[in-house]
């Protein structure tokens, strides 16, 4: 079973316009990552925050975390077309769970050039 | 670096048969964890290991085995294969699989089972 949710499910916008994913956890986390994946392949690794970090940036992107929500967010600013994937979350326990993420059930972006 | 690659991309097989597929990890790279994505049930962990052991398993059934290499090198095995296994099977590595380290994806392998 799914760690979270991610809101929205699928998201449409215009090339330039900013693009912003929610993403809910259950449980405590020691962090929590983005991955990008373009139409059923690999996922690339796009941010990784700590549980006792606020918030990052990274380019274009920027992620926040509230543990007291057990929500995160990203943020893609002055999105491309190229930007088009869809976007998980996914958390590290921490602990003897080694090697394991727990995915949300991503978002579909889809950015309009 | 050359990236996480695995083999075959692609496979298709028939119910009952079983399966094996591979994942060379980045060089230098010992822990290795492996996710089925389905449309349904989305991303699931399979299995990690680290040092040829295994550390971490996931919640599938005990038709789904895996192993490691000396050289880090994974492969994983489904017996008896159902119609939902039909998958994609991703492997990541990761330097050495704690929680903190981000993992590095292969294109996974697309398996159909018919």
């Known amino acids: 079973s799914q760690q979270g949710e991610e809101d929205p499910q699928a998201l449409s916008i215009q090339e330039g316009e900013n693009a912003t994913m929610n993403c809910s956890y259950k449980?405590?986390?020691?962090?929590l990552q983005w991955y990008r994946q373009n139409s059923g392949r690999g996922l690339v690794h796009l941010i990784l925050?700590?549980?006792?970090?606020r918030e990052k940036h990274s380019g274009r992107l920027r992620v926040t975390l509230d543990t007291s929500k057990k929500s995160s967010s990203l943020l893609i600013t002055a999105s491309r077309a190229a930007d088009t994937a869809s976007y998980f979350c996914?958390?590290?326990?921490?602990?003897?769970?080694?090697?394991?993420?727990?995915f949300g059930q991503g978002t579909i972006l889809t950015v309009h050039p | 670096k050359a990236g996480v690659t695995q083999t075959p991309r692609y496979l298709i097989k028939t119910r009952g048969q079983q399966v094996t597929l591979s994942c060379s990890p980045i060089?230098?790279?010992?822990?290795v964890s492996w996710y089925q994505q389905t449309p349904g049930q989305g991303l699931q962990f399979l299995f990690e290991y680290f040092s040829e052991t295994q550390r971490n398993k996931g919640n599938f059934p005990g038709r789904f085995s895996g192993r490691q290499f000396s050289n880090s090198r994974s492969e994983m095995n489904v017996s008896t294969l159902e119609l939902g296994d039909s998958a994609l099977y991703l492997c990541a590595s990761s330097l050495v699989g704690e929680f903190h380290n981000e993992q590095f994806f292969g294109p996974g392998t697309r398996l159909t089972v018919l």
């Open positions: 449980t405590s986390i020691n962090n």
């Open positions: 996914a958390t590290a326990a921490g602990g003897t769970s080694y090697g394991k993420l727990t």
């Open positions: 060089s230098g790279h010992r822990s």
């Open positions: 925050i700590r549980s006792n970090e």
